[in-house]
């Protein structure tokens, strides 16, 4: 679970979660990606998981969209910040998520996905998996979920789609092509229970 061998509880220490909660734009990027992520949800009340969640960016919309919400993720230092701001978040690992089954009505998970990594393929595939039935087995039945992230290649982007229907889910995608921001498209995997 890793990128170019740098492990996201690392990379984000003290210094980078400040950078990121502080940096100029990121807000506002993230706002953008989780209100188009929410509208695509299709859920007006519930309890919903923001995987990956960060300091909390995408937290305080879906709370400002009268949503109950929780988070997890995996780095200390951004669970810190998110936790600071009153929301409840755990400190963990979307491969296996401290959740009872059932538990959600739905889930978020916003530019977080692409850390899931492996020493080769069959472990990416592995992990791949894993994350995508731990997001159905906390999903209740017609849970439904939204992923946004960014795959390095057309090939990341459809295994996940295919280890998601693995899991169980019916699955729809869609891209928002020319997003002001300056990574472009943003690809959303919308998920049903
Ligand atoms: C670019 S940040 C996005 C944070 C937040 N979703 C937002 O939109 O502002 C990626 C986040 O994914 C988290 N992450 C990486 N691997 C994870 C894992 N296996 N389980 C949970 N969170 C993970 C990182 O710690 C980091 O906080």
Same mark, same amino acid.
């Given at each position: 679970?890793?990128?170019?061998?740098?492990?996201?509880?690392?990379?984000?220490?003290?210094?980078?979660?400040?950078?990121?909660?502080?940096?100029?734009?990121?807000?506002?990027?993230?706002?953008?990606?989780?209100?188009?992520?929410?509208?695509?949800?299709?859920?007006?009340?519930?309890?919903?998981?923001?995987?990956?969640?960060?300091?909390?960016?995408?937290?305080?919309?879906?709370?400002?969209?009268? #949503?109950?919400?929780?988070?997890?993720?995996?780095? *200390?230092?951004? %669970? $810190?910040?998110? !936790?600071?701001? &009153? +929301?409840? /978040?755990?400190?963990?690992?979307?491969?296996?998520?401290?959740?009872?089954?059932?538990?959600?009505?739905?889930?978020?998970?916003?530019?977080?996905?692409?850390?899931?990594?492996?020493?080769?393929?069959?472990?990416?595939?592995?992990?791949?998996?894993?994350?995508?039935?731990?997001?159905?087995?906390?999903?209740?039945?017609?849970?439904?979920?939204?992923?946004? #992230?960014?795959?390095?290649?057309?090939?990341?982007? *459809?295994?996940? %789609? $295919?280890?998601? !229907?693995?899991? &169980? +889910?019916? /699955?729809?995608?869609?891209?928002?092509?020319?997003?002001?921001?300056?990574?472009?498209?943003?690809?959303?995997?919308?998920?049903?229970?």
């Amino acid at each position: 679970m890793d990128v170019l061998g740098i492990d996201a509880n690392k990379y984000y220490g003290k210094e980078e979660a400040l950078k990121y909660e502080k940096g100029s734009g990121m807000k506002k990027v993230q706002f953008e990606i989780t209100s188009r992520a929410i509208e695509l949800l299709g859920l007006k009340t519930g309890k919903v998981l923001d995987v990956g969640c960060g300091t909390g960016f995408s937290l305080e919309i879906l709370k400002e969209n009268r #949503f109950e919400v929780s988070g997890v993720d995996v780095a *200390e230092e951004m %669970v $810190k910040i998110a !936790k600071s701001k &009153g +929301f409840e /978040v755990k400190l963990g690992s979307m491969l296996d998520l401290d959740y009872s089954d059932e538990y959600f009505e739905g889930l978020i998970s916003i530019s977080a996905m692409q850390w899931i990594n492996g020493n080769n393929v069959d472990e990416v595939i592995e992990n791949y998996k894993k994350v995508a039935s731990e997001m159905f087995r906390v999903l209740k039945n017609t849970g439904r979920g939204v992923i946004q #992230f960014y795959p390095q290649s057309k090939g990341e982007f *459809e295994l996940w %789609v $295919k280890c998601f !229907k693995f899991a &169980g +889910f019916k /699955v729809e995608t869609t891209v928002d092509e020319g997003a002001s921001h300056q990574k472009g498209n943003k690809k959303f995997i919308l998920l049903e229970k």
